[in-house]
């Protein structure tokens, strides 16, 4: 792997970790596009640490105030909604750890099933955005919300659903304002990635040494762009909202189906 692929494909992950048009199926759609190898499990690792370092860096005073509250006040706001993260977490965790390997087998090589699933989602996304009624702060959501969330959370194994993306719907279709929605998006990242990331890395952890210039590149860009990729969404959901992700997905989709296309002719 060159330099520039893995500054490229850190990009896409930063993005597209936080960002709710599927990190998932960008690493897999754009190296098909150019014609790259297929990057390494050691090298996706790199990436998801890269992108759970943002959110803790970003969030690390959040973090901090959830731990403390959340053990010495668990009544309190933030001592709630602690927990409500860790509610949140376990369905993804679960349907990850039984099904991620079976999904994965399914949907790497069927680029034409994930242009479907980013275009069908975004529709999702767009009626959503334009219906949903935003009305709960995120200090008064209920553990009922968090635990919908968290079972949205388990299909975005599916690549050209988007973690982030189906977390922030879901949370709109409860009535959550959007900042709301996207914020406890972003708290409830952390424990899945790291639990992810950490399975991983101890499964490749020999081969870290060995591609140790490819995974430092592509850790620092996710993280970096991930740190940025945050700031730009909580930005734009107080002034836009989610329809010009869709309109992303859409084009993309439209040009997996171009490539698709032209590669059968």
């Not at 190296?31 to 297929?38: C, D, S």
């Not at 988007?162 to 929605?181: C, N, P, Q, V």
């Amino acid at each position: 792997m060159t330099a520039f692929q893995a500054i490229f494909l850190g990009t896409l992950q930063g993005l597209g970790e936080f960002l709710p048009i599927s990190s998932s199926a960008h690493l897999i759609i754009f190296p098909w596009l150019f014609g790259w190898k297929e990057h390494s499990l050691v090298f996706d690792v790199a990436l998801h640490l890269g992108t759970l370092l943002a959110v803790l860096v970003y969030f690390w005073k959040d973090y901090l105030d959830l731990m403390v509250q959340g053990i010495a006040k668990p009544k309190s706001e933030k001592g709630k909604l602690l927990w409500f993260i860790i509610v949140a977490t376990i369905p993804g965790a679960l349907f990850g750890y039984f099904f991620e390997n079976i999904v994965e087998e399914v949907f790497r090589k069927q680029y034409l099933l994930i242009a479907i699933v980013l275009a069908v989602f975004g529709f999702i996304l767009y009626y959503v955005d334009s219906i949903a009624k935003n009305k709960v702060e995120l200090s008064k959501m209920n553990v009922l919300q968090a635990a919908l969330i968290g079972i949205s959370q388990a299909f975005a194994l599916f690549p050209g659903i988007s973690r982030s993306g189906i977390t922030m719907t879901t949370g709109l279709l409860l009535g959550l304002k959007k900042e709301a929605a996207a914020k406890f998006s972003f708290l409830m990242s952390a424990p899945i990635i790291l639990g992810a990331g950490f399975v991983s890395l101890l499964k490749n952890i020999n081969y870290v040494f060995t591609e140790f210039y490819s995974f430092a590149i592509g850790f620092f860009t996710s993280a970096v762009v991930g740190f940025l990729a945050i700031h730009f969404l909580l930005g734009i959901v107080k002034k836009s909202g989610f329809k010009i992700f869709a309109y992303y997905r859409f084009f993309l989709a439209a040009v997996i189906l171009v490539f698709y296309l032209l590669r059968l002719v």
